[in-house]
Each structure stands twice: as structure tokens, then as C-alpha cells.
T-cell receptor, first 116, second 114 residues
Framework: GAVVSQHPSRVICKSGTSVKIECRSL??????MFWYRQFPKKSLMLMAT?????????EQGVEKDKFLINHASLTLSTLTVTSAHPEDSSFYIC????????????FGAGSRLTVL | QQQVKQSPQSLIVQKGGISIINCAYE??????FPWYQQFPGKGPALLIA?????SEKKEGRFTISFNKSAKQFSLHIMDSQPGDSATYFC?????????????FGQGTTLQVKP
């Protein structure tokens, strides 16, 4: 089956530093990956759509300069939270599309970011 | 119009009972309706999904009922088990024609009591 790996699963950083989260499709090539943010006991909020070899498409209200997304290869997308602040603390989840259509979407296990 | 509204927010069911979670949508362009199960600290996992050309889909103890005219769909978990205790999200997408951007419902926390 399709497997999506996220790393790190947990990260704690100081306010003002930058943190990079990786999302890898382990056994398939993903032309498109999605990044979500989830607050405790809340739903998943789509942040951006990441397409291999092109700029990410951000959802309304998501700061492009704060959340840098790079999809450098067909198996790797990265989310960098720049100059992190405590309000950026959240659960970040990626998903990868094996092909056209949401029926081939696989989610990663998520990355818990805590900014002190 | 992009919203998917889910209810109830939380649900407590006795073991062996039926759990029912409901979702409603506005955008008639949606053509793919999945349900996801999420355990604490984990990413969501696809449980079952339906397209609007059918009114019901069953996989094991899980059934989706779809009412296109009412723009509503629901998840039924038969013979609910303590291991089913999790958060469930409905979602909608224009999935069949693009890369699968999902709009999620608010989530339902299910607790199945032994």
C-alpha cells in the first residue's frame, strides 16, 4: 500500500527559530502533496497544496513567508515554519496523492510542533 | 459553500450499539465523500468513501448512506466496539477531476463504552 512518512513526529523549539518538517512518500511518487494544520480537538485545516517542481498554492489566510513549502522531488515535500512563535504550535499533517483524485490520498502520521 | 458541516460533535455509544454521524454540504460540485478515522496523535486514515452516483456503500461494519437531493451523507458503525473509539471526520472533494483537495467536517469524537 501507499505509505507517507513525516519527520520529525515531535519537535520543540525556541521562539524565533525555524523548524523544517519533512513529508515523504515511501513507495510511490507523489506529484501533489497537501499540508494541513490541526489544533487540539479541531478539524484539519488545509494550508497549502504542494506540486513537484512548482510553487505551492496557499489557502486564503495562510502566510506564505511564514510557512515555506518546497516540493523538490516526487517523493519529498518540506514545510518550514520560519521565525516560529508559540501561536504556531500545532499538529501539522501532510498527505500525498498517488494520482488524480482524492481516493488515492494517503496521510502521514503528523508532526507535533511546540514553540516555547 | 465550501463548508462541510458535521454532527454531533461527540458521541457515546454502548458496545454493540450503532454509531451514527451526519454530514451536510452545500457545494453540488463535490463528487467524492470520504470518511476518515483518527486516533490521538496520529494522522487520519481513510475508512470508507462514496461517490454521489450511489446511495449506500457498505464495508464490513461501516456503511455510508448518501442523500444527493438533501446534500447529506452519514456514517453508520454497526456493532460498535471500544476499539472504534476515535475521532471521525467526513470530507468532500472535487476529487475525481483534480488532485484531491479535501474539505473536512468539524469532527466527531466517538467513545464506545464496554
Amino acid at each position: 500500500g501507499a505509505v507517507v512518512s513525516q519527520h520529525p513526529s515531535r519537535v520543540i523549539c525556541k521562539s524565533g527559530t525555524s523548524v523544517k518538517i519533512e513529508c515523504r512518500s515511501l513507495d510511490f511518487q507523489a506529484t501533489t502533496m497537501f499540508w494541513y494544520r490541526q489544533f487540539p480537538k479541531k478539524s484539519l485545516m488545509l494550508m497549502a497544496t504542494s506540486n513537484e517542481g512548482s510553487k505551492a498554492t496557499y489557502e486564503q489566510g495562510v502566510e506564505k513567508d511564514k510557512f515555506l513549502i518546497n516540493h523538490a522531488s516526487l517523493t519529498l515535500s518540506t514545510l518550514t515554519v520560519t521565525s516560529a512563535h508559540p501561536e504556531d504550535s500545532s499538529f501539522y499533517i501532510c498527505s500525498a496523492s498517488k494520482g488524480a483524485g482524492a481516493n488515492v490520498l494517503t496521510f502521514g502520521a503528523g508532526s507535533r510542533l511546540t514553540v516555547l | 459553500q465550501q463548508q462541510v458541516k458535521q454532527s454531533p460533535q461527540s458521541l457515546i455509544v454502548q458496545k454493540g450499539g450503532i454509531s451514527i454521524i451526519n454530514c451536510a454540504y452545500e457545494n453540488t460540485a463535490f463528487d467524492y465523500f470520504p470518511w476518515y478515522q483518527q486516533f490521538p496523535g496520529k494522522g487520519p486514515a481513510l475508512l470508507i468513501a462514496i461517490r454521489p452516483d450511489v446511495s449506500e456503500k457498505k464495508e464490513g461494519r461501516f456503511t455510508i448512506s448518501f442523500n444527493k437531493s438533501a446534500k447529506q451523507f452519514s456514517l453508520h458503525i454497526m456493532d460498535s466496539q471500544p476499539g472504534d473509539s476515535a475521532t471521525y471526520f467526513c470530507a468532500a472533494s472535487y476529487g475525481s477531476s483534480n488532485t484531491g483537495k479535501l474539505i473536512f467536517g468539524q469532527g466527531t469524537t466517538l467513545q464506545v463504552k464496554p
